[in-house]
């Protein structure tokens, strides 16, 4: 099935270390998204993605990191520099500018 | 920054019931949709609608880009329905595809 997929489902993470979000896309979209919702908000945009090996910073990019050596694959990094790192994370990708967005099931992420 | 308003904030319904929530933001927007979290987080597309109307089954969507708002119409609810309702835009001239999210429509509808 064509579809974003992200994993894993729930991750804990131990305060000072990093942790690895995985996004996969077979809808051969061209631009890649990383939000964070926290409990009770909306989604706020981490890092976008519009072509391979290239990235921009969303409103809240302090403290992950992301990469995008594959079209279909767009990772994100949570670092030990995020100070308040438990949030549900979504993935999301469109064909291009302006593009309807389909999101992936999201990874909840805990520190522990 | 463009500011993106969703009322009401919280929608109690009985079965078969109908509701309107609406979605009113601040700027131009190149494109707004329409998305349904499910109790498992999941973001379910309903409507990529910039403007005019468009429907799909019991839901239907109406923006009038020129005023600034959009309104999402639930006919005959159902309990599947339950959930809560996003409204996002990509403002007119904004970062590309920096989908700025409304607080949402938290709805429950009671068997």
Redesign the interface.
């Known amino acids: 099935d064509g579809g974003i997929t992200q994993s894993p489902k729930y991750l804990f993470r131990k305060e000072g270390q990093n942790v690895t979000l995985s996004c996969e896309q077979n809808l051969n979209h061209d631009a890649m998204y990383w939000y964070r919702q926290d409990p009770g908000q909306g989604l706020r945009l981490i890092y976008y993605s519009q072509i391979v090996n290239d990235f921009q910073k969303g409103d809240i990019a302090e403290g992950y990191s992301v990469s995008r050596e594959k079209k279909e694959s767009f990772p994100l990094t949570v670092t030990s520099a995020q100070k308040n790192p438990t949030a549900f994370y979504l993935c999301a990708s469109s064909q291009g500018l302006i593009a309807e967005a389909f999101f992936g099931q999201g990874t909840r992420l805990t520190v522990v | 920054g463009i500011q993106?308003e969703q009322s009401p904030p919280d929608l109690i319904l009985q079965e078969g019931a109908n509701s309107t929530l609406r979605c009113n933001f601040s700027d131009s927007v190149?494109?707004l949709?329409w998305?349904h979290q499910n109790p498992?987080?999941?973001?379910i597309?309903l409507f990529?609608i910039p403007s005019g109307t468009k429907q799909n089954g019991r839901l239907s969507a109406t923006t009038v880009a020129t005023e600034r708002y959009s309104l999402l119409y639930i006919s005959s609810s159902q309990t599947t329905d339950s959930g809560v309702y996003?409204c996002?835009v990509?403002p007119y001239g904004g970062?590309?595809?920096?989908?700025i999210?409304?607080?949402?429509t938290k709805l429950s509808v009671k068997p």
Do not use: I, R
Not at chain 2, 95 to 99: A, K, T
Not at chain 2, 101 to 104: D, L, M, V
């Open positions: 993106v190149n494109n949709q998305f498992w987080g999941q973001l597309n990529y996003f996002a990509d970062s590309q595809g920096n989908l999210f409304g607080k949402g």
